[in-house]
């Protein structure tokens, strides 16, 4: 039976569930996504939710799962701890937190906080991609983490030196959906990463990351009085606030200095590749995130259930 | 019967109504306030509304009324035009536009706009504020006019050279309301201009506004770390936002260079005196918006109705 499970690995955000049985040599058995983030699945009960994705993926009783992202986090199933960086990530399965569950033993991987009063900053499922990036080679140097809240992260020799959080992804959200902006970027489309709107909204925010808000209210006027279409607006917008990050980045982490690895999944990577080119941070090494989620969580769970990996 | 209204001054927003009744020597006798923005009397018929609230007032059948705001816009009563800045302020009341209506004459007046194509602004209903601001002697300079979406204009003798709009408002309110920060600044309680917080927040986002949304995402970040008070994290996300459109307004309009004028009413006026202290801004002459927007009504109502009045 080599296609037995030896752990399950779960990458468990706020609205997002990814299930993964692998064997003892890390092969994928199985794979499940679901909507049952912490909003959804809180009220159902944490418990119940994974024993049934785990079921459908054939996971036996008895073999452990390994949990990572805001499910640890105050608002769901346990809250884990924060290691503190600078940290080195094979730091992180030692510090896992067990939650009491049948029929399996669950443990959740901790985040990472900067407790620095000037700078403060939390991660929490970041850090087990961020292994998984140590674990593809890349041990020093700049992620780049593309998502709702991105994170920008110093590596060095497979430490976290420090990081950034940027509210690009909720801002982008929050006016493309709910704003004064909204008629002026309202359209189905895809953004096009060559579309010039775009590296002009980029272009702008690094040139004059001071005028970020009145740039955004000229989508709207240049949409009423130069009837400017809505794929255009919402290219602009989206470079606007993917170029504030750039700018961000370049003044906290000395972004030049250093290889930067560009993390992410979907049609934003695209986007950010086109952004770090217009500020100048060539060509960054592309790394896959589903991928590395699920490589960071193996290796933490070699480390984790190693005695029980050897049992089998 | 000196106290004969001459004329019916409404200042009609996207979610407040205000009105004046007016004598020939622009006292005002009576004054109503309502929650009947567009919002709300778009379903009820903006006709209607208006003669509710005049008749309320005792403003006779055949009394010409004249209204400024978003009430001219595409989503208001009537779309009255835009004038194209520079454009001298005395030329808004030749420009109304008059509305089919019973059983009085009404017009609204203009907007402004900035048509080029780097940098497309608009704004309506300030520009009925600038006339009151001219009215009280502020003819050159840069006028600050806090809000939604703020406005920094710049006067030459009575002259708007140009402006830019700044989001600030309203990304606060979504910020405060409907984001990841929201559990971190959640208070009833009003924002102190003295709080260190907000300056602190004014000042990161002039040393560096490429960060603002770093420093956005911090705000949650010291709560949960160092379990900053929900009042220092609301006061910090003002400082933030208002701190760059200062920044924004240092960068764009040499804003150093010129007499300021700030025009607002309410406690927000506070907090932008405090920040435009901590930019180095001096001390900038006060102006009460709502004596600005009825004073400016007024002067255009002179010049508009001249002929009705002096038949009465």
Same mark, same amino acid.
């Given at each position: 039976?080599?296609?037995?499970p030896a @752990?399950?690995?779960?990458d468990w955000?706020t ?5 993964? #049985?692998?064997?003892a040599?890390?092969q994928v058995l199985?794979e499940? +996504?679901? %909507? ?6 809180g009220?159902?009960? @944490?418990?119940?939710? $994974?024993?049934?994705h785990l %079921? ?5 009783a008895g073999?452990?799962a390994?949990?990572?992202g ?10 884990a701890?924060? *290691?503190? #960086?600078?940290v080195?990530l094979?730091?992180l399965a030692a !510090?896992?937190t067990?939650?009491?569950?049948? /029929?399996r /033993? ?6 990472i906080?900067?407790?620095s ?6 991660? !929490?499922?970041?850090e087990?991609? *961020?292994?998984?990036?140590v674990a593809?080679?890349f041990?020093t140097?700049?992620?780049c983490m593309?998502g709702?809240?991105?994170k920008?992260? !110093?590596?060095?020799?497979g430490?976290?030196?420090g990081f950034s ?6 801002? @982008?959200?929050m006016l493309r959906s709910?704003?004064?902006l909204s008629?002026?970027?309202?359209? &189905?489309?895809a953004?096009?990463a060559?579309?010039p709107?775009?590296?002009?909204g980029v ?5 004059e /990351?001071a005028?970020?808000?009145?740039r ?5 006027a ?7 279409a809505?794929?255009s607006g919402?290219? !602009? $917008?989206?470079?606007a ?5 750039? #700018?961000?980045?370049?003044?906290r982490?000395?972004? +030049?200095?250093?290889?930067?690895a560009l993390l992410?999944s979907?049609?934003?990577v695209a986007?950010? &590749? ?7 941070l060539?060509? /960054? ?11 960071g969580?193996? #290796?933490? %769970?070699?480390?984790? @259930?190693a005695?029980k990996?050897?049992?089998?």
């Amino acid at each position: 039976m080599t296609a037995s499970p030896a @752990f399950a690995l779960v990458d468990w955000g706020t609205t997002s569930f990814r299930a993964w #049985a692998v064997d003892a040599a890390g092969q994928v058995l199985g794979e499940r +996504r679901a %909507a049952d983030g912490l909003v959804a699945a809180g009220p159902k009960g @944490f418990g119940r939710v $994974l024993e049934e994705h785990l %079921a459908a993926l054939g996971v036996p009783a008895g073999t452990p799962a390994l949990l990572c992202g805001m499910v640890g986090s105050r608002t769901g199933w346990v809250e884990a701890s924060y *290691l503190d #960086a600078p940290v080195g990530l094979d730091d992180l399965a030692a !510090r896992a937190t067990a939650i009491p569950h049948e /029929p399996r /033993p669950v443990f959740v991987l901790p985040g990472i906080a900067q407790r620095s009063d000037a700078e403060p900053d939390v991660m !929490r499922g970041e850090e087990t991609q *961020l292994l998984g990036v140590v674990a593809e080679g890349f041990r020093t140097g700049l992620v780049c983490m593309p998502g709702t809240h991105s994170k920008w992260v !110093r590596l060095d020799e497979g430490t976290v030196e420090g990081f950034s959080t940027f509210m690009t992804g909720e801002l @982008f959200q929050m006016l493309r959906s709910n704003s004064i902006l909204s008629q002026a970027v309202a359209t &189905e489309a895809a953004i096009s990463a060559d579309d010039p709107a775009f590296a002009s909204g980029v272009r702008h925010a690094l040139d004059e /990351p001071a005028l970020l808000t009145s740039r955004l209210f000229q989508v709207r006027a240049g949409w009423l009085l130069h009837g400017a279409a809505p794929e255009s607006g919402l290219a !602009r $917008l989206s470079g606007a606030l993917i170029g504030l990050e750039m #700018a961000g980045a370049l003044a906290r982490h000395d972004a +030049r200095e250093a290889p930067v690895a560009l993390l992410g999944s979907g049609p934003i990577v695209a986007l950010y &590749e086109r952004a770090l080119a217009v500020a100048d941070l060539g060509s /960054p090494r592309r790394l896959d995130a589903d991928a590395c989620v699920r490589h960071g969580l193996l #290796a933490a %769970a070699r480390l984790l @259930f190693a005695s029980k990996d050897s049992g089998r």
